[in-house]
């Protein structure tokens, strides 16, 4: 069974003033987001948002702007503390962190990229990289070796005494990254990190970092407003809408049985070849029986998890059934 490194329960936040006297009132009386704002003047971040994320996962979050998918993220490592709710981190309650506890678990096992890296500028990329250990107190030996180390994951040699100035837009990214990956942690938190790029460069970055996810194991969760990104990236998929969770599942899940029309929308001009396998068209035809006398010897055979583009390929050189 896949340990669950990341869990939430129930978690609300409403920003402003009358928070608390808010969060009563939609536990009493069921109200709506836009209740809660023209009784108490405060804003509803997320609602009632719920979700495991497994070891060594991709844990996608989509939505549109102002959907709530920046303030539950930043939920994970408190930069925002929740209104109500249960968050666990590493089997951490994380709400019972003190000062110094919080600071080390962000420090030790948390690592968050955004979307505006936030380089320091008069430091190399090196130093931008090696940072956070200093931060740690490492000596600057081990710092650099290990900023070396991160830079050559991300393919960036020979740039370590640049400085963020002197780099392109998707080459700041992999600094961010590798700054991230620095202290080793456990779980990353990524926040459109690629939304500002240009496609090209977006796509090479999307491949090194499920390359780097798969090879360090990496528990992520990844924030995004692009379905085709999230579709390409994530293991599974929360899409959010007005600071709800409207469904959680797989690619394959979300574009071919969504929950609503508004996922049914979201899902509406995507390409089904590379997001449906051969056992869900099985599971279809679980009735089927081959003529009879007719041998399956000879057939084409193909494993379960084989794609829709490769099953049309297959499907068009040759009369004969595809045994899954």
């Known amino acids: 069974m896949s340990e669950d490194v990341i869990v939430l329960e129930d978690v609300w936040k409403i920003f402003g003033d009358r928070a608390k006297e808010a969060m009563e009132a939609v536990e009493q009386r069921g109200l709506s987001k836009a209740e809660v704002l023209e009784e108490f003047a405060c804003v509803v971040g997320i609602a009632d948002c719920s979700f495991t994320v497994r070891r060594g996962e991709i844990f996608c979050v989509m939505g549109l702007s102002g ?66 250990l200093q931060v740690r107190g490492e000596p600057k030996s081990k710092r650099w070796k290990i900023s070396q180390n991160c830079l050559s994951m991300v393919n960036l040699d020979g740039y370590e005494d640049r400085f963020p100035r ?14 991230a990956l620095a202290s080793d942690p456990e779980v990353l938190l990524m926040d459109e ?3 500002a790029l240009d496609p090209l460069i977006r796509r090479q970055l999307q491949d090194q970092f499920m390359g780097l996810s798969a090879e360090l194991n990496k528990t992520t969760v990844f924030i995004t407003h692009d379905l085709d990104e999230a579709i390409r990236i994530g293991n599974r998929i929360a899409i959010m809408k007005d600071g709800r ?22 899902v509406e001009g995507i390409s089904r070849l590379k997001l449906v396998f051969a056992h869900s068209i099985m599971d279809n035809l679980s009735e089927y029986q081959p003529p009879a006398g007719e041998s399956l010897d000879g057939c084409p055979r193909v494993p379960h998890d084989t794609d ?17």
């Not at 109500?84 to 678990?105: F, N, P, Q």
């Not at 969770?245 to 979201?266: C, H, L, N, S």
């Not at 099953?311 to 059934?321: E, F, G, K, N, V």
């Open 245 to 266: 969770i409207v469904q959680i599942g797989t690619p394959e899940d979300i574009v071919t049985k969504p929950a609503d029309d508004y996922v049914k929308d979201f």
């Open 166 to 179: 002197e780099l392109s837009g998707g080459m700041q990214q992999r600094v961010g990254l590798a700054r």
């Open 67 to 132: 959907s709530g998918k920046s303030t539950m993220v930043r939920h994970l490592n408190r930069l925002i503390e929740p209104t109500a709710g249960t968050i666990s981190v590493l089997g951490k309650d994380m709400m019972a962190l003190g000062g110094e506890e919080l600071r080390a678990m962000r420090a030790m096992h948390i690592g968050m990229v955004f979307q505006h890296m936030a380089l320091l500028p008069h430091r190399t990329v090196r130093d931008n990289v090696a940072f956070p």
């Open 193 to 195: 990190p690629f939304s």
């Open 308 to 324: 829709l583009d490769h099953l049309i390929d297959i499907a068009t050189q040759t009369d004969r059934p595809i045994v899954v």
